[in-house]
């Protein structure tokens, strides 16, 4: 960046990578415009969490305090230096901060959430919101979107719903038509509804070969009479499976599958070592053809279903969300982006309450295509007249635009959010200037050197040259292309702080002789847990983040970590249902619902009842009736607390707070509340020094220390989703289909199997995002704990394996309890 367009505050797009100090810089920007006197209300800053804005009011604040002290010039000389303006004054700080405690609810720095909303309320009848509307949370969407498809499974009558599940089910009729449609709409609905009506019509199979030349090719395939038996086996088999019509037999055959190569590389068709007779080429391509006929007419008849259930869907949750006045941000986004793609930009500025001349986006690589629709009309307006400041020249800058984030850190795929929205942004904003920040004031330089080395070397494994490149259905090419892509576009990060010494250390934890994976996965913790007791008790006064990849096993680490009498905290926090003491509660509840029912009897025959003989289902129900839900809770909590460890005391504390406030619901029903309590995570009060969370709730955190005890799992999982054929991530996807195995994608046209492949680079790019993230969280000590495996199963695509493959470790990793892996400066505590 020049010093002019700095002036000027140029449209800015900042790649930025792991503690590089992004909010840092969205801070100094923020500042910059403050102090050039733009109106707070004109300003719009937005983060991923509302933690991240309100760090970012207090971070402004705090900086504002300390410049206006005429006895503080090393702040003062700071600032100076962070909004570049040499000539600052302590007293214009001191004038700015009163005039921002004064407008503080005209400045808006918020999440992207609470902007649509913002915005949606300023257009309540383009978007058709109900009136006196409210937003949801996760778990009332969850109980409507239960409720719509209970309704869909009601109107289908028994022989639609056979159809309906046949054709969803690849043939197989599933038991559970619920789960199964919980499966599609999970899976399908969030892509529907931003792609056009007929975008599941666009697989289409292609045309059976007619009856006669089938007949004519089963008669063929029976002529040559081939030496080895294997091969006259095979030909048989097929001869007879084209004259059954019965094509789904032989859909997975290895020889189809060797008829595609063939047909792509131009080589003959061969069947193991075998060589097969002559003159069968044209029989084999029509037996081909009918098979691929068959499978994709079968995908077709699946997309075909799914979009008629997500059309049934789709009408009776937004019957029910209208009639509740209800609306989940999603929804709230998916209809500004409709609206906002087909309005005028004016009428949309003259509409919105008070126009916004400063948009500054954070963590910008998780926007989503919908939200990106939104928000590019607000972007091109600030950018419009940003570009005529830099013309002229101009010290102050009417209109400014900036936006921060880390493609590496790109982990909400599941949420829409892709990488490639910086790319958008630097093709549809005229003049935007773009800047790397790779310098980190968070990691020590043996962390950096290490990051360095694993994202630079990932190519080393040995799945970054799997896959045949030239071959669009081969799904391991893609992967590797997303492996190698991300280790040449890696870049070389610096540490800033180059005196603070830091440590990594990677080993294996004790050997399980025979044991299944969950015994491998406990022994991992076990020998975690006892690690972070040893690190804990040596590193008083520092933070550790136990960072891993599934809820489940943060439960199992918690328990571990209390039972060495670490003191231990949660992210994010547990369902209160974590304590037995809750447990008793709920099941009286449910009991007093179902007396008949055992099973609540049994859970509480030996706490509440035993403690207070004269409660009964029936005494519980009435008492419910009588003085409803909130105060039936806390009288049943107050028989348990004086049994209870501070532990269950607090969860049952907490219990009572949740049952006041479900008190508001408009129709509370204990059976929900009681679901309630099974599902949302409510955290635990205080900040312990050791937390425990998954590395997605540690994005945006840091850490004097991070421990990783989860890294032999499979980098990405087996995709149950749908695929969507999107040529630009602006425009909504042109066809989708549901997902089939890479067994199959030699069936697809070319178009298809390319959408396909990139669902495949985009879930191994993501898994290689997580891997930065959790990695980058540590500012000294990082402690990796992985499992002992024989040296193939380092082949396999683990990040456990990248990281052996990337050091160059050539120590035994079949060995328990050895150390693969060592640098830095083990005394750093
Ligand atoms: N210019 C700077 N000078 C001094 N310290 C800085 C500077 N920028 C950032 N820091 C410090 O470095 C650390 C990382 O900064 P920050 O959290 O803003 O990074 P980030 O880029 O948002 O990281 P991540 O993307 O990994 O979450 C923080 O402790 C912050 O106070």
Redesign the pocket.
Known sequence: MNQTTENALAPTLVR?S???????QLTARLLRILLQDSPPETILATTFTRKAAGEILTRLLEVLAEAGDDTNADALEALRA?VGLEGLQHRRCRQLLHKLVRNLHRLKICTLDSLFTQLARSFPFELSLPPAWRLTDEIEETWIKERAINQVVSILNPGEMTTMLTMLGKGEIKRSIQRELIQVVDAAYSIHRRSSDDAWSKMVAPKQPDAKELTRVAGELRLPKPKQKTVAAKLQAFADATQARDFGSIIGDTLIKNIAKARRTGSEVKFGRSKLPDGIDDALDIVYAAVRTELVGLLQAQNEATSQILHAYDYHVNQLKQSARVLSFEDVAVRLGKLFSSIDQQALMNRMDGAIDHLLLDEFQDTSPSQWQVLRPLAQRTCAASALNNELNLEKAPRSFFCVG?TK?AIYGWRGGVAEIFDAVTQQIDGIETANQDES??SSPDLIEFVNLIFKRLDRHPMASQGDPKDPSDKSAHEAMAVRRFAKNFPEHKA?KKSLKGYVRIQTCRKIEEGDKNANDDACFEDAANLIAEIAGKAKGKTIGVLTRTNFAVVRLIFMLESRGVNVSQEGGNPLTDSPAVESILSALMMSEHPGDGRWNFAISQTLLALDPSLSPDSIRRRVEQVGIAETVESLCAVLVPMCSPRDALRLKQLTRLAIAYENHPQPRLRDFVRLVQEKRVERPQQAPVRVMTVHQA??L?FDAVVLPQLDGALTQSSGNCVADERSISEPPTGISRYIGQDFWHFLTPRWQHAFGSQGDSAMTEALCLLYVAI?RAKQGLYIMIQPSRKTEFENKTAASLLYHATGCDTDPTQGESVLFESGHSDWL
């Open positions: 930025a792991a503690g590089t100090g992004k909010t840092y962070q880390d850190q004031f968070r800033n994005k945006g840091e980058t």
